[in-house]
């Protein structure tokens, strides 16, 4: 086989494992500073299709708006991860996990995280509809 199309050695947990599942804690806490540490300064958020917020004060509004509309009692857990990195960027999908008080939902989320010069890893693009926005977006 080709050396360029050999499958690499799934590492035993990539870095941005443990930074998802520190966000998904600190969206539990409701514990937004902490969360909007994760982001990068111009990342967009998918609140729901056809509704983004861009930026860190809005990104902030949107999950003390989803806080609210759950109640205060949301969950966020990820079950299988896919991380694809190259250089500086990598693309998460993930099957997202959310156990809310209007029930439990499963999502095949996709997030993009870039690192940034001393090597911190922030979300820029947080999407955790996935694909089904091809089903919402006429």
Same mark, same amino acid.
């Given at each position: 086989?080709?050396?360029?199309?050999?499958?690499?050695?799934?590492?035993?947990?990539?870095?941005?494992?443990?930074?998802?599942?520190?966000?998904?804690?600190?969206?539990? $806490?409701?514990?937004?500073?902490? *969360?909007?540490?994760?982001?990068?300064? @111009?990342?967009? #958020? =998918? +609140?729901?299709?056809? !509704? /983004?917020?861009?930026?860190?004060?809005?990104?902030?509004?949107?999950?003390?708006?989803?806080?609210?509309?759950?109640?205060?009692?949301? $969950?966020?857990?990820?079950?299988? *991860?896919?991380?694809?990195?190259?250089? @500086?960027?990598? #693309? =998460? +999908?993930?099957?997202? !996990? /959310?156990?809310?008080?209007?029930?439990?939902?499963?999502?095949?989320?996709?997030?993009?995280?870039?690192?940034?010069?001393?090597?911190?890893?922030?979300?820029?693009?947080?999407?955790?509809?996935?694909?089904?926005?091809?089903?919402?977006?006429?």
């Amino acid at each position: 086989m080709d050396q360029a199309f050999q499958a690499e050695p799934h590492e035993l947990q990539h870095p941005l494992q443990a930074l998802i599942q520190a966000a998904d804690e600190a969206i539990g $806490r409701e514990d937004f500073d902490a *969360l909007l540490g994760f982001y990068s300064d @111009d990342a967009v #958020l =998918v +609140v729901k299709p056809g !509704l /983004l917020a861009r930026g860190k004060a809005q990104i902030r509004q949107a999950f003390v708006a989803i806080a609210e509309y759950f109640g205060h009692n949301l $969950r966020v857990r990820q079950g299988h *991860l896919e991380i694809l990195e190259t250089g @500086d960027t990598a #693309l =998460v +999908v993930a099957q997202t !996990l /959310l156990d809310t008080s209007h029930g439990k939902l499963s999502r095949r989320a996709t997030y993009v995280f870039r690192r940034d010069a001393d090597g911190t890893w922030l979300c820029a693009v947080d999407n955790s509809y996935g694909t089904d926005l091809l089903e919402a977006t006429p």
